[in-house]
């Protein structure tokens, strides 16, 4: 990894189209969108790892639930899609469930038994008055493990 490296050129779009009452939204994004000036070799160059994603979230009228889903496809990958929900009216906690649904792996080498791939949850804290969100998140990826996101963000607007 010390002796390789690639330079590449990228951007990103994207759009978000709010529904008119504030009860949801529809977004879009393609991310990655460039080309390699440098490869690993002179004879190596690998495309960029292009992804698109639309998603979108509703409120339900009279629900404590805020409902989301989204379909992910990468260049060379399948479909991945997910499905979400987060509780409301819990300020200022904040609890989150999701899955995505990804193509089974066939073969002996990567068989995933684990029931749980896909599965994730997050819960956090929102102080409106510091402009504060703590926040954390598990995802699930079945023989690949899982992963723990912590993050403190600040909203000065």
């Known amino acids: 990894i010390d002796d390789y490296n ?9 759009g978000l189209m709010k529904f008119s009452r504030g009860r949801g939204s529809v977004g879009f994004q393609a991310k ?15 495309p960029l790892p292009v992804l698109a994603q639309l998603g979108g979230n509703w409120n339900p009228k009279g629900l404590p639930l805020k409902l989301y889903g989204e ?20 300020d200022p906690l904040m609890a989150e469930l999701g899955y995505t649904v990804r193509q089974k792996v066939e073969g002996e080498a990567f068989k995933d038994d684990e029931k749980y791939n ?6 956090g804290l929102k102080l409106e008055e510091k402009n504060l969100l703590f926040h954390y998140a598990y995802s699930s990826y079945g023989l690949l493990g899982a992963t723990h996101k912590i993050s403190i963000s600040f909203n000065r607007l």
Do not use: R
């Open 6 to 14: 690639s330079v590449g050129i990228a951007m990103d779009i994207g």
């Open 32 to 46: 990655n969108l460039g080309f390699q000036l440098k490869g690993f070799t002179e004879q190596h160059k690998d």
């Open 71 to 90: 379909v992910e496809k990468s260049l060379g990958d399948p479909f991945v899609f997910k499905v979400g929900t987060s509780i409301k009216g819990l």
């Open 118 to 123: 896909g599965l994730s949850f997050g819960a």
